[in-house]
């Protein structure tokens, strides 16, 4: 099913209780597997469970889970547990949290967690969980461009990641951090601006939110600051699709 076959199923009433804000971006959300369709509240349940199989097949992201799933499957959860910051469990599961939920992966590459799991987070677990990282924490804040071919992803962590932070914290500046908070960011003095916390996206990937409110003639500014380390846990893609991840899960938890 495309956009346009999906978008002539919603109610076409833009009204604002979605993740998107409205149907047309809901539909290309949902299609793109950024968002679950189940979050449309004026589609019956039956409705949702009728549209689910057209919306899965084919879907690259699945194969890609399953591709990453078997991978996992060869490597040594004790040894590499104590580096990537996760808890080796009785049955040889690894729990950990992301994005301020929590998860558990077995041996065999299964996710599990209380609620749904968009394909991007499992994607982002199974990556983080095989890239294996041991490196310890620098302590020394970077932007996203410093990191391994940030340079050539900035523009699109930028327009992502950073641009939509910004459109939140100006918009709903109570709720936002009230969200941030709610997933464990703690607030950090001794930054240019008081307004910065700090907040572990997985057990090694910490984030340092900076914000700006706008004042004169200079405009509102948001930045998101990484350990010196990130790209030794996930990749520069990876790294956008997590700040993604971060901006998708405040705006819902101010629904």
């Not at 916390?197 to 003639?217: G, H, K, M, Q, S």
Request: charged content about 25%.
């Amino acid at each position: 099913m495309n956009v346009l076959e999906l978008y002539k199923k919603l109610p076409k009433t833009n009204c604002g209780r979605c993740s998107q804000k409205a149907c047309m971006p809901f539909a290309v959300a949902v299609v793109k597997g950024d968002s679950d369709l189940a979050e449309c509240p004026a589609l019956p349940a039956e409705t949702v469970s009728a549209l689910g199989p057209s919306l899965v097949q084919g879907d690259w992201r699945e194969e890609l889970i399953l591709k990453l799933s078997k991978e996992v499957q060869g490597l040594d959860f004790r040894a590499l547990a104590g580096g990537i910051g996760a808890e080796l469990m009785d049955d040889g599961s690894l729990a950990l949290k992301c994005l301020g939920r929590d998860f558990t992966v077995s041996p065999d590459g299964t996710i599990k967690t209380p609620g749904r799991t968009s394909p991007w987070i499992k994607i982002l677990l199974l990556h983080y969980i095989r890239t294996a990282g041991r490196e310890p924490l620098a302590g020394r804040w970077v932007s996203y461009s410093e990191l391994r071919a940030g340079m050539v992803k900035a523009s699109s962590f930028l327009r992502d990641c950073e641009e939509p932070l910004l459109q939140l914290l100006t918009r709903a500046y109570d709720k936002t951090v009230a969200a941030l908070m709610s997933m464990g960011a703690a607030q950090k003095a001794g930054f240019p601006t008081p307004h910065a916390w700090a907040i572990l996206l997985l057990p090694r990937v910490p984030v340092l939110i900076l914000y700006w409110p706008e004042e004169d003639d200079f405009p509102a500014k948001a930045q998101v600051l990484f350990d010196a380390t990130a790209d030794r846990f996930l990749d520069a893609e990876a790294l956008i699709f997590l700040g993604e991840g971060l901006v998708r899960n405040l705006e819902m938890m101010q629904h």
